[in-house]
């Protein structure tokens, strides 16, 4: 029963954003930009963000270091698109990623290689997000109120506290565990976790694979921004929106996205388009459109997995042979 209540939470968030966005939309207003969506851009748009899917799954795969020859590229997809279905149905976006564990759990000589490769997947992307933030904050500081500005940089060096301290008292807690329980159970845990703290430590320092996957992790952000601008300019090509401005907002606003206050962030990311792009003068009507085409296409993307699910498993190959 206490487990159900975290969901009950996210969902009442979820509906409360929605009805106050609704609420506040001029929905005539809406349906009309919409209509108007340059249908070229728009296909342009979808195009980017299959290929934005696939190097994000490229960099899960560089993440397994010298296991990745265990397992085809074309495995990882299918399994990739599988998990953004499964992500569909539970209450967190990244629910998906139990189904890639599972799936290299066993085609692995190191069963925690699975586990740590879809983590520093998440974490790399989510650095690459940050440090994109940090260096578009001196172009943007005085395109914005200040406090406003200040406010952000402070919730981004909260979030980089936050991950160096979650990994700094995991290692702390392990070494006192191992101090003071010897028993096999407790012995056993603190096997597993001193090897998952050091293979995330090997992948973070890894000089051959280390700055491939931070390069596979910047280039889908910086195509998710390209892709955002591609949505505003299909919805409205005399649109006067600055580059620099969806350097700054789109990484941003998957941040925003991440928190784990909504239910698949329905709601909340819709609601973080409107305040963000009220910021610089986009009508409410028109930063919801691209939040709302923004979604569909990840929706159409997050659908066409569930398809997948109606082929049959692909045989394993033994890559070893």
Known sequence: ??????????????????????????????????????????????????????????????????????????????????????????????????????????????????????????????????????????????????????????????????????????????????QHFNSGLIEKVMMGMHEIIAMISKIALNKSYGWKIFLFAIIPQLMMVIINYLYALSLNQNMCINIMDMFFFIPLLSIVSLLPISLGGIGLKEGAFVVFFGVIGISKETALAMALLNRSIMLLYTLSGGLLFLIPDIKRVDYDQ
């Open 1 to 178: 029963m206490i487990q159900k209540y975290p969901i009950l939470i996210k969902i009442t968030v979820s509906l409360s954003l929605t009805i106050f966005i609704v609420h506040i939309i001029d929905f005539s207003a809406l349906i009309q930009i919409i209509s108007k969506t340059d249908n070229r851009l728009f296909f342009i748009a979808f195009v980017l963000v299959g290929v934005m899917h696939i190097l994000n799954c490229f960099r899960w795969k560089l993440c397994l270091l010298e296991q990745s020859s265990k397992v085809s590229f074309w495995e990882m997809i299918i399994i990739y698109w599988k998990s953004m279905f499964v992500s569909l149905f539970l209450p967190t976006e990244y629910g998906g990623d139990i189904l890639k564990i599972r799936f290299l759990w066993n085609r692995l000589d190191n069963n925690h290689r699975a586990l740590v490769s879809v983590i520093w997947a998440r974490i790399s992307g989510l650095l690459a997000i940050i440090l994109m933030l940090l260096c578009m904050t001196p172009f943007v500081y005085n395109r914005y109120d200040t406090v406003f500005i200040r406010n952000m940089i402070l919730f981004l060096i909260a979030i980089l506290l936050f991950l160096i301290l979650v990994f700094w008292i995991t290692k702390k807690f392990h070494q006192q565990l191992a």
